[in-house]
Structures are given as structure tokens and as C-alpha cells.
T-cell receptor, first 113, second 117 residues
Framework: DQQVKQNSPSLSVQEGRISILNCDYT??????FLWYKKYPAEGPTFLIS?????DKNEDGRFTVFLNKSAKHLSLHIVPSQPGDSAVYFC????????????FGQGTRLTINP | DAGITQSPRHKVTETGTPVTLRCHQT?????MYWYRQDPGHGLRLIHY???????DKGEVSDGYSVSRSKTEDFLLTLESATSSQTSVYFC????????????????FGPGTRLLVL
């Protein structure tokens, strides 16, 4: 039972345009959501997060949107840069659950020059 | 970057042999986690620790044990490795958050690639 799903295994975007990565979850107990970026042969790197009390969080080129009623979150990257090419994982946790992260399968983002 | 190292970084072993992976942190964080990453599954939690000698099971704990005798080290042991345990293993740490529970953000080590033949 996949509680966190990233339905797009891959995404290709032109440099300078907007990249939108999507994530859906099924467990209504999740109250904290994170995005991680992963390069080959490296560990995941924390990118941005959002609490369930908010619907938007921005950090530079990265914005995460949370739609609790739809159990959906998205990561917007604008403008996209070649260095953004990586695998992106969304993750969710329940604050009362020892912060055990539940990850999606990942989306491979490729930024084309 | 958080001070997290994992050793070894790569290992090839045979079915039935014991294997121990080490995670070492220099951040003095209370919480430590072991995940495995497999295609189509993302990362899945194996075990976690909320203090020295305090550990608990995660989603995919069968066939694995852990130990934490010092704040800085968290060991993952495969008592008798099987081919299904071929994976990339990541350690993560988090500091204490509000009210003494784990912080919301986990920071990951570089990973250990394990191949069980």
C-alpha cells in the first residue's frame, strides 16, 4: 500500500521554464511534507518542506504547494537550471509518529539546455 | 552538510554471510534512521533510534537488526544476508524538535551500495 505516490517517473523541461513535480498521499494523518533532491551516488539532500497548517512555502526558486483536501502537493522550480537535473523525492510524516518519513518513488527531472 | 559518514560505501557479499553497516555522525543528534532505496519503492524505513540503546522497527525491518551504543554510531546488521537485501542503504539523522520530539527534517548520509550474490 503506497501511502505516498509520485506518478510521473520522469519529467523533461527546457532550461529557464518552470518544472512542476507532483505528489499524492493517502494518509490523512500526515502533517509534514518534505522534498528531497538526489544526485547519482549521493544521499538525498533536503530541499524544502511544508507543514499542514500552510498551503504554500517558498525558498528562492523553489515553491511547494499543499492542497490538503485533495491530498496533493507539488514542487515548482522556476526558472529551471541544468543543475536541477536529479531525482526528486517527496516524503511525508506524522508529527506523532517519531517523524518516520514515508517516501514516494521519485521523479527523475531532466533540464534540457 | 550534516556530518554523516557511512562505511563501507560499497560491499559485495555472499548469501548467508553476516554484514554490518556503520553510520557515524558528528552532529550529536539524538535521532538516527536506516533506510533502503530500491527501484519503484523510493526509500523505506528499516529501523530507527531515538537515543542510545533505544531503537524501534520501521516498515521493512525483517532480516535486520540495529544497535546504538554511542550517540554518534548507529549500526545496521544483516544476520544472514539474502539476495533480496541487495540495495542502497542510507542513514539519516535529525535533531530534537519542539517539545523534545524529533525535528521535522532528516539529513542523509552518502549511502552504502550492497550487493548480495
Amino acid at each position: 500500500d503506497q501511502q505516498v505516490k509520485q506518478n510521473s517517473p520522469s519529467l523533461s523541461v527546457q532550461e529557464g521554464r518552470i518544472s512542476i513535480l507532483n505528489c499524492d498521499y493517502t494518509n490523512s494523518m500526515f502533517d509534514y511534507f518534505l522534498w528531497y533532491k538526489k544526485y547519482p551516488a549521493e544521499g538525498p539532500t533536503f530541499l524544502i518542506s511544508i507543514s499542514s497548517i500552510k498551503d504554500k512555502n517558498e525558498d528562492g526558486r523553489f515553491t511547494v504547494f499543499l492542497n490538503k483536501s485533495a491530498k496533493h502537493l507539488s514542487l515548482h522550480i522556476v526558472p529551471s537550471q541544468p543543475g536541477d537535473s536529479a531525482v526528486y523525492f517527496c516524503a511525508a510524516s506524522h508529527i506523532q509518529g517519531a517523524q518516520k518519513l514515508v517516501f514516494g518513488q521519485g521523479t527523475r527531472l531532466t533540464i534540457n539546455p | 552538510d550534516a556530518g554523516i559518514t557511512q562505511s563501507p560505501r560499497h560491499k559485495v557479499t555472499e548469501t548467508g554471510t553476516p554484514v554490518t553497516l556503520r553510520c557515524h555522525q558528528t552532529e550529536n543528534h539524538r535521532y538516527m534512521y536506516w533506510y533502503r532505496q530500491d527501484p519503484g519503492h523510493g526509500l523505506r524505513l528499516i529501523h530507527y533510534s531515538y537515543g542510545v540503546k533505544d531503537t524501534d522497527k520501521g516498515e521493512v525491518s525483517d532480516g535486520y537488526s540495529v544497535s546504538r551504543s554511542k550517540t554518534e554510531d548507529f549500526l545496521l546488521t544483516l544476520e544472514s544476508a539474502t539476495s533480496s537485501q541487495t540495495s542502497v542503504y542510507f542513514c539519516a539523522i535529525s535533531d530534537e524538535g519542539v517539545a523534545g520530539g524529533p525535528g521535522e527534517t532528516q539529513y542523509f548520509g552518502p549511502g552504502t551500495r550492497l550487493l548480495v550474490l
